[in-house]
T-cell receptor, first 115, second 113 residues
């Protein structure tokens, strides 16, 4: 299996621009997670989906952030408009099943720089 | 509130020396505890996990961790560090509700020759 695939690996954009991060989970996994990693706050859960339905988006920082999962094999995290404080590494992860969830499979992350 | 604390932001050890990375958690019930490693430019990889039973758990790459309920700790150890162990290490607790995990802020490990 190719694992969780994220694109792009690196994104550099200017403040105010729209940014779209993409994720392809492992085939057969029905839970998908978006995390953000910063030096100050460490790894934070932004949102997670189960069977393509958003279950908890309480970690989404503000309305500029939105996430979709139109089908079981694809998810996007969009920031519009982007701001310099959004600069971080964004991880996507997927897993099988519900509680207890013993293993998450992480993608390699997208390094976002907003200038 | 549920939280995970990794008190050491950065640790430097010599190759061949022993290693212990600290993790403390705050959680309202029996926790499920995890250690992940993130190598430069890579995603996160699960090192080991604790659900129940033996409080000393063995993981990959020669790592082990001990769950101590009385101390709310889940410290990661390795008897002899290799240069390839240089990475960022994250402790996590979960799930709490649904499939949420809560992570510590990470400990950066540097290994010197």
């Amino acid at each position: 299996d190719a694992g969780v695939i994220q694109s792009p690996r690196h994104e550099v954009t200017e403040m105010g621009q729209e940014v779209t991060l993409r994720c392809k989970p492992i085939s057969g996994h029905n839970s998908l997670f978006w995390y953000r990693q910063t030096m100050m706050r460490g790894l934070e859960l932004l949102i997670y989906f189960n069977n393509n339905v958003p279950i908890d988006d309480s970690g989404m920082p503000e309305d500029r952030f939105s996430a979709k999962m139109p089908n079981a094999s694809f998810s996007t995290l969009k920031i519009q408009p982007s701001e310099p404080r959004d600069s971080a590494v964004y991880f996507c992860a997927s897993s099988v099943g519900q509680v207890p969830n013993e293993k998450l499979f992480f993608g390699s992350g997208t390094q976002l720089s907003v200038l | 509130a549920q939280s995970v604390t990794q008190p050491d932001i950065h640790i430097t050890v010599s190759e061949g020396a022993s290693l212990e990375l600290r993790c403390n958690y705050s959680y309202g019930a029996t926790p499920y505890l995890f250690w992940y490693v993130q190598s430069p430019g890579q995603g996160l990889q699960l090192l080991l996990k604790y659900f129940s039973g033996d409080t000393l758990v063995q993981g990959i790459k020669g790592f082990e961790a001990e769950f101590k309920r009385s101390q709310s700790s889940f410290n990661l150890r390795k008897p002899s560090v290799h240069w390839s162990d240089a990475a960022e290490y994250f402790c996590a607790v979960g799930p709490i509700t649904g499939n949420q995990f809560y992570f510590g802020t990470g400990t950066s490990l540097t290994v010197i020759p």
